[in-house]
């Protein structure tokens, strides 16, 4: 059994942890120390970090960007010990809720055609396919599945 759930916006002080989720995370895209002090940055780009913390834990995290009118999940984690216990789902209702305050009408985001527990999540909250880049992921490859919500 798990503790509380606790979503909340990170800081530049939970990189370190927000990292370590990452790195732990196959299927995850695996961006720069630099790249992930930059979404911490408050630029022309609206982007915010959103953690999930268990008794003081980060045990996952969301990052989105907004522009116009369109929000895009960027990249999403949960440690391995936690999935499939709502984390990843309460992160992206969380994230469908700061796009909505930035005035976002969608949000996007796309995810390796084999990662079917992910389509799965994304399908339950209303995401729908609206398109595939073939061949796009690497190491292995193959398509990516495009998804959005109208807000």
Not at 30 to 52: D, N, T, Y
Not at 80 to 95: H, I, P, S
Request: charge should be negative; aromatic fraction near 6%.
């Amino acid at each position: 059994m798990i503790g509380e759930i606790a979503y909340r916006e990170a800081s530049i002080d939970d990189l370190e942890k927000v990292l370590l989720v990452e790195r732990s995370a196959q299927g995850a895209p695996h961006w720069s120390e630099a790249v992930w002090r930059e979404s911490f940055e408050v630029g022309a780009r609206k982007r915010v970090v959103l953690v999930a913390e268990v008794d003081g834990s980060v045990c996952g995290f969301v990052a989105l960007s907004s522009l116009a009118t369109v929000a895009e999940v960027e990249n999403i984690a949960v440690s391995e010990a936690l999935r499939r216990r709502g984390v990843g789902q309460g992160l992206l209702t969380a994230g469908l809720e700061w796009a909505r305050r930035t005035q976002a009408e969608a949000v996007e985001l796309e995810v390796r055609a084999s990662n079917q527990a992910a389509l799965a999540l994304y399908q339950a909250l209303g995401f729908q396919e609206q398109g595939r880049r073939v061949a796009y992921y690497g190491d292995p490859v193959e398509d990516a599945v495009l998804m959005s919500i109208g807000l």
